[in-house]
């Protein structure tokens, strides 16, 4: 933790930011290892302040880093406003995107007379690279993945809600260690895999149905994300080619994967694929995202992106096909990027098409 808030400072000495005023609770908990509902954080140059209330003493005791002081406010805003002003701040940083506008207004009348300055999420910049503690907790949660579906295919059968199938994979992935499901489970079967956000619902499956399954475990605060695609029988001439087409340019994707790609040519090597198959204006969405703290944060992965890639970068790869009326397919793999190159962290979960 010492290590990420002298990361920070750095960042904020570049930038020109003297007093910067944490209250996105993924990155309070990013810098401090704090994991309650209420708490933020003033970091200056030469001071580190961790801010929650009476009801957090004692979790605060036990999970904060020593490189923080701890204080105790009713609520973080007035927190971070009263212990800037003990330091005679003159300007105080904030993260725009993490507060609603009544709570802006709010740190405005309790900052008076400080002038506050929108920064974006400067913090979150630094999760982009993931630590080696980091990448074994994604790591487990793929593995969590991997093995909770192996135990669950057996629940997809004609007649059985999606509903089941997700309550039994969260089930699962709670037994085998996480602590919950990274995003409401989508699992999408026949006409309904046209949907990319297709959550689990109460249509009964039926014989012939290519089921979509989007699904992760949370570990330690870390979400993984993986999405898999099964066939309840054989699957028709036309699934089996969509399904195909869809693999090609996801395994292109996870091959292009590598140190200073930028994440618009990832996206490419899928989409080509797709475009070259006369399926791109099927495919809506970008190829993929980063993961961590949140279920969906940097790097991005779709046209256009220009930010290259870097070691300890972890993005999903997950390009589809989405043909209204009929279904849909997607496949989602995790990618770190190495020195070298790529590491599939859910290489171990079979990409063939399974038949139930």
């Known amino acids: 933790m010492s290590g990420r808030l002298a990361a920070l400072r750095r960042l904020m000495r570049k930038e020109g930011i003297p007093a910067l005023a944490v209250t996105d609770l993924r990155n309070v908990r990013y810098l401090t290892g704090f994991t309650g509902s209420s708490g933020g954080c003033l970091v200056t140059p030469r001071a580190a302040v961790f801010i929650t209330d009476f009801r957090y003493r004692s979790q605060a005791s036990r999970q904060v880093d020593k490189s923080f002081r701890r204080v105790?406010?009713?609520?973080?805003?007035?927190?971070?406003?009263?212990?800037?002003?003990?330091?005679?701040?003159?300007?105080?940083?904030?993260?725009?995107?993490?507060?609603?506008?009544?709570?802006?207004?709010?740190?405005?009348?309790?900052?008076?007379?400080?002038?506050?300055?929108?920064?974006?999420?400067?913090?979150?910049?630094?999760?982009?690279?993931?630590?080696?503690?980091?990448?074994?907790?994604?790591?487990?949660?793929?593995?969590?993945?991997?093995?909770?579906?192996?135990?669950?295919?057996?629940?997809?059968?004609?007649?059985?809600?999606?509903?089941?199938?997700?309550?039994?994979?969260?089930?699962?992935?709670?037994?085998?260690?996480?602590?919950?499901?990274?995003?409401?489970?989508?699992?999408?079967?026949?006409?309904?895999?046209?949907?990319?956000?297709?959550?689990?619902?109460?249509?009964?499956?039926?014989?012939?149905?290519?089921?979509?399954?989007?699904?992760?475990?949370?570990?330690?605060?870390y979400h993984a994300d993986t999405t898999r695609v099964f066939s309840l029988g054989k699957p028709s001439r036309k699934g089996r080619e969509i399904y195909e087409t869809v693999l090609r340019a996801q395994v292109a994707a996870v091959g292009a994967v590598r140190p200073g790609a930028t994440g618009g040519e990832v996206d490419e090597a899928a989409r080509s694929v797709i475009r070259a198959a006369g399926y791109g204006k099927f495919f809506g969405h970008g190829t993929g995202h980063g993961v961590g703290l949140e279920i969906h944060e940097g790097p991005r992965v779709a046209p256009g992106v220009k930010d290259r890639l870097e070691p300890g970068m972890i993005v999903t790869v997950e390009p589809g096909i989405y043909l209204p009326g009929w279904g849909g397919v997607r496949v989602e793999d995790m990618v770190a990027v190495t020195e070298k190159g790529r590491e599939n962290l859910t290489r171990s979960i079979s990409k063939d098409l399974a038949v139930l």
């Open 72 to 221: 105790e406010h009713n609520h973080p805003i007035t927190g971070a406003a009263a212990e800037a002003k003990k330091r005679r701040v003159k300007v105080l940083a904030f993260e725009e995107g993490a507060l609603s506008y009544s709570l802006f207004i709010r740190l405005k009348s309790e900052a008076k007379g400080i002038r506050l300055k929108p920064v974006g999420d400067i913090a979150g910049r630094l999760r982009l690279v993931k630590d080696k503690k980091e990448l074994r907790l994604l790591r487990k949660g793929a593995r969590v993945n991997g093995e909770a579906l192996g135990e669950i295919a057996k629940t997809i059968r004609p007649g059985v809600r999606e509903e089941e199938v997700a309550l039994a994979l969260e089930v699962a992935m709670r037994r085998l260690g996480a602590s919950g499901a990274a995003f409401d489970i989508i699992v999408a079967s026949g006409p309904r895999g046209a949907l990319p956000h297709g959550v689990a619902s109460g249509r009964k499956m039926k014989r012939g149905d290519l089921i979509t399954i989007d699904y992760g475990a949370v570990v330690d605060g």
